[in-house]
C-alpha cells in the first residue's frame, strides 16, 4: 500500500518537476492553484481517509442502535414419525413460535458502553488525522507553487 509520502513524491514529481525543469514553456500548461487544490482533495489518499471517516462513524451509529430494545423470534414446524413396536407407529406434526424483546442492562450494557466511547474516540482521532493530511497537502502544494513562480 503506498504511503502519502510516495502519492506526494509521485505527485510532485509528475506536475511540478517538469514545470521547473522546462520553464517558461511549460508556464502556460500549470493549472491555477485552486484546480490543483481540488485535485488534492480527490486524490486517492484524500479519498481513503474519507472513506476510512465514514466506516468508522457508521461503525458508531450502528453501535448505538445496540444500546436499544431489540425484537427476536422464531418459527418453527416439524413432522414426526415414531414407531412404537414392530406393528404399531405414531405420526404427528408440531408447530412452534416465539418471539420477545431483548435490551441489554448491567454487565452487558456497560461493555457495550465502553466499546461506542473506544469507537468515539477512534473517531475523534481519524477526524483529526484526515484534516491534518489535508492541511499537510494543501500547505506542501501551496509552497511548491509559490516556489514554481518565484523561480
Do not use: C
Amino acid at each position: 500500500m503506498p504511503t502519502l509520502a510516495s502519492i506526494l513524491r509521485a505527485f510532485f514529481v509528475r506536475t511540478l518537476l517538469p514545470a521547473l525543469l522546462v520553464g517558461p514553456t511549460v508556464a502556460l500548461a500549470l493549472p491555477p492553484l485552486e484546480q490543483l487544490e481540488t485535485r488534492v482533495e480527490l486524490s486517492p489518499s484524500a479519498q481513503l481517509a474519507e472513506r476510512t471517516f465514514e466506516s468508522a462513524r457508521d461503525a458508531l451509529s450502528a453501535g448505538r442502535i445496540g444500546l436499544g430494545v431489540s425484537a427476536f423470534g422464531s418459527v418453527g414446524y416439524s413432522h414426526n414419525h415414531d414407531i412404537i413396536d414392530p406393528t404399531h407407529s405414531w405420526s404427528y406434526s408440531q408447530g412452534v413460535a416465539g418471539g420477545g424483546l431483548s435490551m441489554p442492562v448491567l454487565g452487558s450494557r456497560l461493555q457495550l458502553e465502553d466499546s461506542l466511547t473506544e469507537l468515539r474516540v477512534q473517531l475523534l482521532q481519524l477526524d483529526a488525522r484526515r484534516q491534518l493530511e489535508r492541511r499537510e497537502l494543501t500547505v506542501r502544494l501551496r509552497k511548491a507553487y509559490g516556489d514554481y513562480w518565484q523561480a
